[in-house]
């Protein structure tokens, strides 16, 4: 008689165990810790209260959506492989599960192809009014969706060739479009972090202090490069102030908004002279495209030296702790100079030096040492995941690890298996994204504490959208194909993509692609690459470069001045007092090793650039075509200012080395390269005295260094 409530008690229960109340729970509080985590990613790269509002809502969005979805796939797998309703980790509802993609993979498709770029644009315009924005921004965005239009159209002509024209292939087309292209970036950049993170953390001190050194000239460089540009342009900005004729009120206004101090722009030694290339003449006709122009430019320049003295203080100080560290070895106490860089669980009162010291010589580097190793195995598990998923995945070692087998079954994915695949996916877009600070080819876009400028966070929240997607649905190809085809992910997303033959042929190229930059990564290809051709895309940090072109003695001596108190703007150029007042100031860098190539030019004084002087009708008529050219510009269309950048754009490529040897004359002919004599001494030196003609110096031939004449 109590069999049946026996058997409804043990329905109810069973019901009960499968609902997903607690599931719920679960991904609500994984949504609340992810924006929570976004707003203060946000807040440590950029200043809340003063970022405009259609500036940090799209950004947020493009961060916490990709996040979202790595959260997204562990949840899926676990909800489309339950077994009777039963299910070991969290789950959800087929419908919630489909609702969540569409609303998460929609919204990020729209800030990866048109809000962000549109917007990135509008933020770097340099106009006042948002409909001057909005119209500068289409025009910049021209160029690329005309590229993107042709591409969709070559893949519209293949879709219907396929299978004819119907709406599910015009979509398929966009996704697989997307798709494609986001995965050939990620592949490329995947394979390069997989080798550079575990590296990374190999490097014991000495060989990271090695590589700051390195890196410490050209950093330098730049930042005394961008100094003076900056000052070119304040120097010009108020030359429109001091005009009082010829500008309307809102110019004025306008005028005076670019010169008030904007909270990037940062305190620039005055003594510094102008470069005389950068010197422009204001046009006599002050128009709205010309002070955008400016607008932009300044921004750009001040946002360009707050990255270059945020990245160099950062540098000066990681080479000042790891000197520490490797001093400490004589006293066996460790004391730094700065102590707020360091982990607030080592800045506690009851830390000695002698804690500190055993904390980064003993653990840190056992500490780093596992890592290595345990990053190691991951990149060359993902490795050989991707060649094998193709060929046999049930031997993938993700597959193994995330999916578990029991008898005949056919394959569960419990809690610890979601848990597995979370890391293997967070892994992923970690080495992905680390990858986009090593390469060269972005521009000038850097993320800096607090300082980060509005195009730049609007092109990295992009290509971390751009990029997780894909990522993320190469991660479910690692599993078998019974598995892949029971998921949600895959009926959204997968079926669209397998429409055609060309997923099958990318299937097969795939681990060929990730091969490459790891392979090159590895065997430093980059680095002879460089050396062949004189630049690259990644810095090679592995050799030792020439004095006065980035070597690390250089870089040794700049730090070493930097933590004496010298101020970095004193290496970089002469000040103008120093030529005026006939001060011998000591340079920064001996004149015989101060680098060639990276040092801004110097100032020459009126009185011995007299014959350069123009004359006030030669002024007047250069302010007159300066102004006939800014009212031409202000009427030239989309394709002939495309045409300008273009030029412009070869015009300003830098020649490799390799290629300016071309055309010299052999040193049997006199074409050998001079080296300038060394300031101290009176005699002369190694290559002070090669004549121009190695004939004519026996009739009275002048030399190639000196001129003096031989008697």
């Known amino acids: 008689n109590e069999s049946p409530k026996c058997s409804g008690g043990y329905s109810q229960m069973n019901m009960n165990m499968s609902s997903p109340v607690g599931s719920v729970i679960f991904v609500l509080c994984a949504l609340t810790s992810i924006s929570l985590s976004v707003l203060l990613l946000l807040r440590y790269y950029l200043p809340l209260r003063t970022t405009p509002a259609y500036l940090l809502i799209p950004v947020f969005l493009a961060l916490a959506l990709p996040v979202s979805l790595i959260i997204l796939v562990p949840i899926d797998l676990a909800s489309s492989l339950r077994d009777d309703g039963h299910s070991a980790g969290i789950w959800l509802p087929e419908a919630a599960v489909e609702v969540a993609w569409r609303i998460a993979y929609w919204l990020t498709f729209a800030l990866t192809w048109l809000i962000l770029p549109l917007l990135g644009e509008y933020v770097d315009s340099g106009y006042r009014t948002p409909r001057d924005r909005m119209t500068y921004s289409l025009k910049s965005n021209a160029q690329y969706y005309l590229i993107v239009l042709a591409c969709g159209l070559l893949g519209l002509v293949y879709i219907l060739w396929q299978n004819g024209f119907n709406g599910p292939s015009v979509k398929s087309l966009v996704m697989a479009l997307a798709y494609c292209v986001g995965l050939i970036q990620a592949v490329l950049l995947l394979g390069h972090g997989l080798v550079a993170v575990p590296r990374q953390l190999f490097r014991n001190d000495e060989t990271r202090l090695r590589s700051l050194q390195i890196k410490a000239p050209k950093l330098h460089g730049k930042l005394a490069d961008a100094t003076v540009e900056l000052q070119d342009l304040n120097r010009q900005l ?60 300044l921004m750009r320049s001040r946002h360009k030296v707050v ?100 008898g005949e079954d056919e394959g569960k994915v419990g809690f610890g298996g979601q848990l597995l695949s979370l890391l293997w996916i967070m892994y992923m877009c970690t080495c992905t994204l680390s990858s986009l600070g090593d390469i060269k080819v972005w521009g000038n876009r850097a993320l800096v504490r607090r300082n980060t400028y509005g195009e730049s966070a609007c092109w990295y929240a992009c290509q971390v959208a751009k990029l997780t997607v894909p990522l993320t649905y190469n991660f479910l190809t690692f ?36 091969l490459l930059p790891a392979c090159a990564t590895l065997f430093n290809i980059y680095g002879r690459v460089k050396k062949l051709l004189g630049s690259g895309i990644i810095d090679d940090e592995s050799e030792e470069s020439n004095f006065g072109s980035g070597g690390w003695r250089e870089g040794r001596d700049l730090i070493d001045r930097e933590l004496q108190g010298r101020p970095h703007f004193e290496s970089a150029a002469l000040t103008a007092s120093s030529y005026c007042d006939g001060v011998d100031e000591e340079p920064s860098v001996p004149s015989s090793r101060q680098p060639t190539s990276r040092t801004p030019t110097l100032y020459v004084p009126p009185e011995e650039n007299a014959s350069d002087t123009l004359s006030s009708g030669q002024q007047q008529a250069q302010r007159l075509s300066a102004a006939t050219e800014a009212a031409e510009e202000e009427d030239e269309t989309v394709f002939s200012g495309f045409a300008h950048r273009f030029r412009n754009t070869i015009e300003n490529v830098e020649r490799p080395d390799w290629l300016s040897e071309f055309g010299k004359r052999p040193k049997w002919m006199g074409g050998g390269e001079v080296e300038a004599p060394s300031g101290g001494s009176n005699g002369p030196t190694r290559g002070s005295e090669i004549p121009s003609n190695r004939i004519g110096r026996f009739f009275g031939g002048r030399t190639a260094s000196s001129g003096r004449i031989r008697l």
């Not at 290595?372 to 990149?379: H, K, P, R, Y």
């Not at 998921?487 to 990730?514: C, E, N, Q, S």
Request: charge should be positive; include cysteine; proline fraction near 7%.
């Open 238 to 297: 108020d030359q429109l102030k001091q005009r009082k004729t010829g500008i309307s009120r809102d110019t004025e206004d306008w005028i005076e908004e670019l010169g008030e101090a904007g909270p990037h722009s940062i305190p620039i030694l005055s003594t510094t002279p102008p470069t005389i290339e950068n010197n422009h003449v204001v046009p006599a006709v002050v128009t709205d495209r010309y002070l955008a122009d400016l607008g932009r430019r």
């Open 307 to 406: 990255r270059f003295t945020y990245t160099w203080n950062r540098l000066v100080q990681e080479a000042a702790n790891i000197q520490a560290i490797l001093h400490s070895n004589t006293t066996k106490k460790l004391e730094f100079r700065n102590d707020s860089t360091q982990p607030r669980l080592l800045q506690l009162s009851f830390i000695t030096p002698q804690t500190r010291y055993f904390f980064y010589h003993k653990c840190n580097p056992l500490f780093r040492m596992v890592f290595g190793i345990f990053f190691a195995l991951a990149s060359v598990s993902i490795i050989w995941s991707e060649l094998v998923k193709f060929i046999y995945p049930r031997i993938s070692i993700i597959s193994i690890t995330v999916v578990r087998y029991s």
């Open 479 to 514: 599993m078998p194909p019974y598995i892949i085809q029971k998921t949600t992910f895959y009926k959204f997303l997968g079926k669209l993509i397998d429409l055609t033959p060309l997923r099958v042929w990318f299937d097969a190229l795939f681990p060929v692609l990730i």
